[in-house]
């Protein structure tokens, strides 16, 4: 059973399944409607920033920045001239365009023990680092004093 049937079967088991190709890819008008779905998302995208749908990364980023400037001290709702786009939905556009996904948070007690200790170096490597020095200071003073105390007893 291929992935997609059985995702389906997960979300609606009450419905017929789609129907899949060769090795279990969706039939090709499906993946048609997809791609169109998603040049349309680009066309309006570029729509949305002034840009001709055939603009490279470059373009985007340049334009992205000249409107964050512009919208820079208004509210996101708030739109500069009469006729321009909120700034949401300029910043949803760059999204689009430039292939944002949003990173899905981890879930730390579902980590294994490798996954656990990736997340704490990540994370958590400077504070470690500067704990460390910490206590390696400390420990030094400590002998530090120790010694001199040593001393000032041996002193008659």
């Known amino acids: 059973m291929n992935f997609l049937i059985l995702a389906h079967l997960i979300a609606a088991p009450d419905t017929p399944a789609p129907a899949t190709g060769r090795a279990g890819r969706p039939e090709k008008d499906d993946e048609m409607r997809g791609r169109c779905a998603n040049m349309l998302d680009r066309k309006s995208a570029c729509e949305v920033l002034g840009l001709p749908e055939e603009a490279t990364r470059e373009e985007i980023e340049n334009r992205f920045e000249l409107l964050v400037k512009k919208y820079r001290r208004l509210a996101p709702d708030e739109t500069p001239s009469a006729g321009g786009p909120p ?40 504070e470690i680092a500067v704990g460390t020095v910490l206590v390696l200071l400390v420990c030094a003073l400590a002998v530090q004093l120790y010694g001199i105390a040593e001393a000032v007893r041996a002193v008659p």
């Open 87 to 126: 700034f949401s939905k300029i910043n949803e556009a760059y999204r689009i365009l430039i292939g944002y996904e949003p990173l899905k948070p981890e879930r730390f007690r579902e980590l294994s023990l490798r996954g656990k200790i990736r997340h704490v170096r990540e994370h958590y490597m400077t």
